[in-house]
């Protein structure tokens, strides 16, 4: 028989979840709200939360406010893209190759590369500036993705290496009885398998890629072209007064990208999640 929980302790775990919820939306909530507000009413006394006379205004005067705002989320969304490429590509194979193969300083590796995230970007941007300079990528894309990407591969092989682990080797192995190479087996039988977790990765990376562009932008470029949106967002910081109805409206905006994602990927990311939590 399994055992039922009394109705206190369900109240209990439902009170908890509501608690958590409110914590983590609540930010979010309040800044949607502030979106829909007259920029006057946000320094009105009695505050109020809610809106009176809400509108989407601020949804489209963003636009005229920072006329390169389209510009900045496409160079994000970009960004994120190319870096999401990068390391997918790189990490499969890597992951494989860890998951498969016994060679000497595999442990070492894996333990280095939990070492690299232990350092935060700040840490090594000054070597991370001479390098993009003689490398000749400042003031470009490739400024941002090189380092996003760098960052990333790391703790996706660890991720998409325990996946992999997953996959029973007797089909590696019946590949090899019918004469597959290790590209083919990859290619044709583990890749297949392997898809939601190569999804949850993807996923994973490019929620990174578009955190993470601030701090490398602001130090490895300097020209409006090249900006993604969170140095966009600050044309809204004037000298006088902050904009933050229009400022909040484009940070929502901004996300759309990544929420679009999300919604579209959701059942590949819960699937990849949870693989590997039964031992089979």
């Keep these: 028989m399994i055992d039922r929980y009394k109705w206190y302790e369900v109240l209990a775990l439902y009170v908890g979840i509501a608690i958590f919820l409110f914590f983590v939306l609540a930010p979010f909530i309040e800044g949607f709200l502030v979106s829909l507000k007259p920029l006057a009413q946000l320094f009105s006394r009695p505050y109020s939360f809610i809106p009176k006379n809400g509108s989407f205004d601020a949804y489209v005067s963003m636009w005229s406010s920072v006329p390169m705002l389209g510009m900045h989320i496409f160079n994000s969304f970009f960004i994120s893209t190319v870096v999401t490429l990068i390391v997918v590509a790189i990490v499969v194979p890597a992951a494989y190759a860890f998951a498969r193969f016994n060679f000497a300083g595999a442990g070492l590796m894996l333990a280095g590369f939990l070492a690299v995230n232990m350092f935060s970007g700040a840490v090594l941007l000054i070597p991370l500036f001479r390098l993009m300079r003689t ?51 990859l290619r044709r039988v583990i890749l297949p398998l392997a898809m939601p977790g190569i999804v949850v990765v993807a996923i994973m990376t490019f929620i990174g890629a578009y955190a993470q562009q601030f701090i490398f932008a602001l130090t490895f470029n300097s020209r409006t072209e090249f900006m993604p949106l969170p140095i966009g967002l600050f044309a809204f910081f004037g000298k006088q007064e902050v904009v933050w109805n229009e400022l909040m409206a484009a940070s929502f905006v901004g996300i759309l990208p990544v929420m679009i994602v999300i919604v579209f990927l959701q059942r590949y990311l819960v699937a990849g999640l949870t693989a590997g939590a039964v031992k089979q």
């Design 135 to 185: 490398l000749g990528l400042l003031n470009t894309y490739w400024a941002m993705i090189v380092p996003g990407a760098a960052f990333l591969i790391p703790s996706s092989i660890w991720l998409l290496r325990t996946y992999m682990l997953r996959i029973p080797r007797e089909l590696d192995e019946a590949a090899w009885v019918d004469g597959a190479s290790r590209l083919y087996t």
